[in-house]
């Protein structure tokens, strides 16, 4: 996909990838909405989303992941939908861009949450309309 400079959304839902790595995206400075949903991905590296500066729209739905590093999500200043319901988080050891005053609707359901505690997560998170934690 590094060659399709100018693409807008990319939808690669209901397929059977276990791994989605950096090269994959890095090139698409345009890149909006990018769908991973209804995979088996359990790792994501921690710089993948770093170049997806136009990133608005982002799901990670319906995998295997359990956990993210802290800096994962850090540089999507753009990010208004951030799907992560029907995978396997404990915890929210993650961050989101402190000064992020965009992002409007983050689903978390149906995760294995077992405690929420005064994470850096919710301190960040600030303009948000809707956050889903059902189902935990």
Request: include cysteine; glycine fraction near 2%.
């Amino acid at each position: 996909f590094h060659t399709l400079f100018s693409l807008k959304s990319l939808n690669l839902d209901d397929n059977c990838l276990f791994r989605f790595e950096l090269n994959l995206v890095s090139k698409l400075d345009f890149l909006n909405d990018l769908k991973l949903g209804n995979n088996v991905l359990k790792n994501l590296d921690e710089n993948l989303f770093d170049q997806l500066k136009s990133l608005s729209i982002l799901f990670l739905n319906s995998n295997r992941i359990r956990k993210f590093k802290l800096n994962t999500f850090l540089n999507l200043k753009n990010m208004l939908y951030l799907d992560l319901s029907d995978n396997c988080l404990q915890d929210l050891n993650f961050t989101l861009d402190p000064i992020n005053g965009t992002i409007k609707h983050l689903n978390l359901m149906n995760n294995k949450f077992v405690i929420f505690n005064d994470s850096l997560f919710f301190r960040n998170v600030r303009f948000v309309d809707l956050i889903d934690l059902s189902s935990n």
